[in-house]
């Protein structure tokens, strides 16, 4: 791949990792907040990423959330150019994929791979445009570079590394074990011009005292010629950030009066729902793994949005969960859907068009007198409103294809702005309904739903998401050399 002409001048560098999961988006985040709290304009950019975990945009798209709260270390809006190819995973084998905010298609693996080349000028346009507003850009890659069977047509890592002619920073993560050999064999499978890219690295998740891995950093700079960065200490408070792969979903959380169960269907989508529940002390948010019943004691079962509404509805069947949630509401228990949760709940599902699965009808679970139809449209808008049992505002995102109707929208769960209803709520008042994501994130909203179970909200959740990435930035700080990461930025 050739380079691209792009704004040369602007500082630029590329994180990447020796692996998947080695922590590359959270120190991304530390380091956008990091530099933006010394003044500068700072941007992150990752040009291919894989999440059905996706924000909705200020200019009405959607990215990966990674980029969503990286956006918020630089204290900036979130623009589809941080993000420009998104794939959302919707079987094994094919994925939804996004381009620059907006559905491109549904391709199969091998089909992308031979269409991924094609995306590079948009992929360019979009790094153009971060970078003619920032003083610094931080871009994250995928996976890792060393997947060297993928490297034709590459636009997550060296290849776009090499379009735009950045520095690469390389991130391993000494948790998972074997931390010299990943980052050295990582300098083995790469060409040579890929390891003269490569200016530097650091290691990740250091338990203990840093210290004892002085001689580890040495003989990784002696047997790659890279400079060593800095070794980052475990960072507790991260786990209290969003995730954004469904891997970072721990089985529960807290240890308060109030127990929302949620079963974790296999393709999980927008689970940031989740978020503020699990910081707050007055519940116990306890995710279902697949295999595992509903527990009897729950006092709502929430259920998420899915990546493929039709496939999780016959995965959720497959589990006896059908059964376990006809039993929770025969207890008296509450019902929370959220978008393809709100679908599930329906009498049935129709995709006419063979959008998600073969075309045709599917029963639904049965809990709202409501019918949804599959529709290649996708909104993807920011939402606010009231909730209309408690009168709290709130607010949030939509991002979903389909249309619900039914005599249970009668009851709508929200009012949004210009008067339009959404959801539907069940008539004996324990099922609920929404097309609305984040809704949770909103503290009034969050407090009025948790009172009425009895439970006490204690946290305003956007803000303490900012001092966690304050604290995260200051952690980086004194455990880089980030002055060495700067003029690496500086560099190209």
Same mark, same amino acid.
């Given at each position: 791949?050739?380079t691209?002409?792009?704004?040369?001048?602007?500082?630029?560098?590329?994180?990447?990792g020796t692996?998947?999961n080695?922590?590359?988006?959270?120190?991304?985040?530390g380091?956008?907040?990091?530099?933006?709290?010394?003044?500068l304009t700072?941007?992150p950019?990752k040009?291919?990423n894989?999440s059905?975990?996706?924000?909705?945009?200020?200019?009405?798209?959607?990215?990966?959330?990674?980029?969503?709260?990286?956006?918020?270390?630089?204290r900036?809006?979130?623009?589809?150019?941080?993000n420009?190819?998104?794939?959302?995973?919707?079987?094994?084998? !094919?994925?939804?994929v996004?381009?620059?905010?907006k559905?491109?298609g549904?391709?199969?693996?091998?089909?992308?791979?031979?269409?991924?080349e094609?995306?590079?000028?948009?992929?360019?346009?979009s790094?153009?445009?971060?970078a003619?507003s920032?003083?610094?850009?931080?871009v994250?890659?995928?996976?890792s570079?060393?997947?060297?069977?993928?490297?034709?047509?590459?636009?997550?890592?060296?290849?776009?590394?090499?379009?735009?002619?950045?520095p690469?920073?390389?991130?391993?993560?000494?948790d998972?074990?074997?931390?010299?050999?990943?980052v050295?064999?990582?300098?083995?499978? /790469?060409e040579p011009?890929?390891?003269?890219?490569?200016?530097?690295?650091?290691?990740n998740?250091?338990r203990?005292d840093?210290?004892l891995?002085d001689d580890?950093?040495r003989?990784?700079?002696?047997?790659?010629g890279?400079q060593g /960065? !800095?070794?980052?200490p475990?960072?507790?408070?991260?786990? =209290? /950030?969003p995730?954004?792969?469904?891997?970072?979903?721990?089985?529960?959380?807290g240890?308060g009066?109030l127990?929302?169960?949620?079963?974790?269907?296999?393709?999980?989508?927008?689970?940031?729902?989740l978020?503020?529940?699990?910081l707050?002390?007055?519940?116990?948010?306890?995710?279902?793994?697949?295999?595992?019943?509903?527990?009897?004691?729950?006092?709502?079962?929430?259920?998420? !949005?899915?990546?493929?509404?039709?496939g999780?509805?016959?995965?959720?069947?497959?589990?006896?969960w059908?059964?376990?949630?006809?039993?929770?509401?025969?207890?008296g228990g509450?019902?929370?859907?959220v978008?393809?949760?709100?679908?599930?709940l329906?009498r049935?599902i129709?995709?006419?068009?063979?959008?998600?699965?073969?075309?045709?009808?599917v029963?639904?679970?049965?809990?709202?007198?409501?019918?949804?139809?599959?529709?290649?449209e996708?909104?993807?808008?920011a939402?606010?409103?009231?909730?209309?049992?408690?009168g709290a505002?709130?607010?949030?995102?939509e991002?979903?294809?389909?249309?619900?109707?039914?005599p249970?929208?009668?009851?709508?769960m929200?009012r949004?702005?210009?008067?339009?209803?959404?959801?539907a709520?069940s008539e004996? !008042?324990?099922?609920?309904?929404?097309?609305?994501?984040g809704?949770?994130?909103?503290?009034?909203?969050?407090?009025?739903y948790? =009172?009425?179970?009895?439970?006490?909200?204690?946290?305003?959740?956007?803000?303490?998401?900012?001092?966690?990435?304050?604290?995260?930035a200051?952690? /980086?700080e004194m455990a880089?050399?980030?002055d060495?990461?700067?003029r690496?930025?500086?560099?190209?």
């Open positions: 791949m050739t691209v002409s792009t704004n040369t001048s602007t500082p630029a560098l590329m994180i990447q692996g998947s080695v922590g590359k988006s959270l120190i991304v985040a380091l956008c907040r990091l530099f933006a709290n010394r003044g700072v941007r950019f040009p291919q894989m059905n975990n996706a924000a909705v945009t200020d200019d009405g798209g959607e990215i990966g959330r990674a980029q969503a709260l990286q956006a918020m270390g630089c900036t809006p979130l623009s589809v150019h941080m420009p190819v998104l794939l959302k995973p919707e079987t094994d084998t !094919g994925a939804q996004i381009v620059q905010g559905r491109f549904t391709m199969r693996a091998r089909e992308y791979g031979r269409q991924k094609q995306l590079i000028p948009k992929v360019m346009e790094f153009s445009i971060v003619s920032s003083d610094l850009v931080i994250e890659g995928a996976g570079p060393a997947e060297i069977n993928l490297r034709s047509g590459d636009i997550a890592n060296m290849g776009f590394a090499e379009a735009a002619d950045l690469v920073v390389l991130c391993a993560d000494i998972r074990g074997g931390v010299i050999a990943s050295v064999g990582t300098h083995a499978v /790469l011009e890929e390891q003269q890219r490569i200016k530097g690295f650091f290691i998740r250091f203990g840093a210290s891995f580890g950093m003989e990784i700079s002696k047997r790659t890279w /960065l !800095g070794v980052v475990w960072f507790a408070d991260a786990s =209290k /950030l995730a954004e792969d469904a891997l970072g979903l721990a089985d529960g959380f240890e009066s127990k929302i169960v949620v079963p974790v269907i296999s393709r999980i989508a927008n689970f940031d729902d978020d503020p529940l699990r707050e002390p007055g519940v116990t948010l306890e995710l279902v793994q697949p295999g595992d019943p509903l527990p009897g004691d729950a006092d709502i079962v929430l259920l998420p !949005g899915s990546k493929s509404t039709v999780d509805l016959a995965f959720f069947k497959k589990q006896g059908d059964i376990d949630l006809k039993a929770h509401h025969r207890r509450h019902i929370l859907g978008c393809g949760g709100y679908q599930m329906g049935t129709s995709d006419p068009e063979g959008i998600e699965s073969e075309p045709g009808t029963e639904g679970l049965g809990f709202l007198d409501v019918e949804t139809v599959l529709t290649p996708k909104s993807t808008v939402a606010e409103g009231v909730h209309l049992t408690s505002p709130v607010s949030g995102y991002i979903h294809i389909g249309r619900t109707t039914g249970d929208c009668v009851r709508p929200m949004l702005a210009g008067e339009r209803a959404d959801g709520v004996d !008042g324990r099922v609920y309904g929404t097309y609305m994501h809704l949770f994130t909103h503290d009034a909203f969050r407090s009025a948790l =009172k009425a179970f009895g439970a006490s909200s204690m946290l305003t959740y956007n803000q303490s998401i900012d001092r966690i990435l304050d604290d995260l200051e952690h /980086l880089m050399d980030i060495a990461i700067f690496i930025a500086k560099s190209r």
